[in-house]
């Protein structure tokens, strides 16, 4: 029988970790505490630090996330004395390995005043949550949107890290977001599709490429279930779920529905989310002569947000950035066909005519038309519907997915490998 680091007696793995998120409970990462939940079901003690408190009160969470809120450390909502002593106490258990990590956002900042800053605050979160690591017994770390600190973190503490990269961003400008050396001083490193695992490639060196996991992201699809029956049609109902922001193509679907309009009016488009660009959208739509035909929910919880998917008839995602949207999976999941642009890692969700549809990024006329094609086509929208759904239960179920996910965990997290890879960040920071 043996004991590993971290680990309990008879495992080969550890059993314990920790998750770093940048956010949760959060409307817009509602499937973080939905992993972390799952690989719990899967026997592991996960224990959250997150960046941020959560983006509503307590009162106004669920259940569930009021329940995460409560047992989850907060890094920014720490005060000035845990800050201190935990620095204090930081640079006498690993003093070289702490004046290492301080001067690393001189190096980070590439002489820029600005990401200098922003980089010596990433050492100050990521001392605060190494401590954390080292008080309650936790060797590894896995961390979702919040790499800059998990990479500082994995210099100056005895702990491995691994990353989820979702993606698109960070793929945009690597060399900006230090992603292959994130990769180099991960234990592992997973991407959501293979769209972003090739991304991941592209910038790593091949001797890396070992590190690399694809772990889909998922749905729980006895949650994520079609209604009975959908409201009768006409008005056809159009639905956009996501964050208001430039990236996400609004202003495209806005002119496109336009177009739908031009021809027919009994069609109605239906914004769930809120975000900087809701406004200038509003706008937008009045111009268009479209505004009694939109509305704008802005954000909704989760039941809330399974209401309005059952209300619809079409699933709209316009987006020019993506990863693979979890929007898409929990509307193809309640059986809505679902349009999005052919971009990313989307065409692995999406059979293009099979269980959606599939179209140019930015184009507008095509967009109409595929919107028009369904709004006039019940008989498709049901038959791509119940295709969407087999899709998620086959490739995108939480369960089967968080079980996978836990199999990278046991793997890589043996004890001979973790040990290895404890080992070679114990080595004296100065030669890095």
Not at 253 to 272: E, G, K
């Amino acid at each position: 029988m043996t004991s590993g680091r971290n680990g309990i007696a008879g495992e080969q793995h550890p059993a314990r970790l920790a998750y770093l998120v940048a956010q949760v409970p959060a409307v817009h990462h509602t499937y973080l505490l939905r992993e972390i939940r799952a690989l719990r079901v899967q026997g592991f003690e996960v224990e959250v630090a997150s960046i941020s408190a959560p983006d509503r009160p307590l009162s106004a969470l669920a259940p569930d996330e009021a329940d995460e809120a409560r047992r989850t450390f907060y890094v920014k909502s720490a005060g000035l004395a845990a800050v201190a002593f935990a620095h204090a106490s930081t640079l006498l258990r690993h003093p070289a390995r702490y004046l290492a990590g301080l001067a690393l956002p001189l190096r980070l900042g590439r002489g820029h005043w600005r990401n200098t800053l922003y980089f010596f605050l990433y050492f100050v979160e990521a001392v605060l949550v190494g401590r954390w690591m080292e008080r309650n017994g936790l060797a590894h770390a896995h961390v979702h949107y919040a790499p800059n600190v998990g990479l500082i973190m994995a210099r100056i503490f005895p702990i491995t890290v691994s990353f989820t990269f979702h993606g698109s961003g960070e793929f945009y400008d690597p060399e900006g977001t230090f992603l292959a050396e994130k990769v180099r001083h991960s234990l592992f490193s997973c991407a959501i599709s293979y769209y972003g695992r090739s991304q991941l490639m592209r910038i790593c060196e091949p001797e890396q490429w070992n590190k690399l996991e694809i772990t889909p992201l998922g749905v729980d699809t006895a949650l994520f279930v079609p209604p009975p029956a959908r409201p009768p049609s006409p008005p056809v109902q159009v639905l956009c779920v996501g964050r208001l922001s430039a990236e996400k193509g609004h202003r495209v679907l806005l002119s496109a529905f336009a177009r739908v309009a031009a021809r027919r009016r009994d069609a109605r488009l239906r914004f769930v989310g809120d975000g900087a660009e809701r406004r200038a959208l509003e706008a937008f739509a009045r111009e268009l002569g479209i505004s009694e035909l939109v509305v704008f929910e802005g954000s909704l919880n989760q039941p809330e947000l399974r209401r309005v998917y059952s209300q619809s008839h079409i699933m709209v995602l316009p987006s020019f950035a993506e990863g693979v949207p979890v929007v898409l999976m929990e509307a193809m999941a309640m059986q809505l066909p679902c349009i999005a642009t052919h971009i990313t890692g989307i065409p692995e969700l999406i059979q293009d005519g099979v269980s959606g549809l599939l179209v140019p990024a930015s184009d507008d006329r095509e967009l109409a038309e595929a919107m028009s094609y369904l709004i006039e086509s019940p008989e498709v929208r049901e038959r791509m519907g119940i295709a969407a759904r087999e899709r998620i239960i086959r490739d995108y179920d939480l369960s089967t997915n968080a079980a996978r996910l836990a199999g990278v965990f046991r793997r890589r997290l043996s004890v001979p490998a973790a040990a290895e890879a404890a080992a070679a960040d114990a080595a004296p920071a100065q030669r890095r």
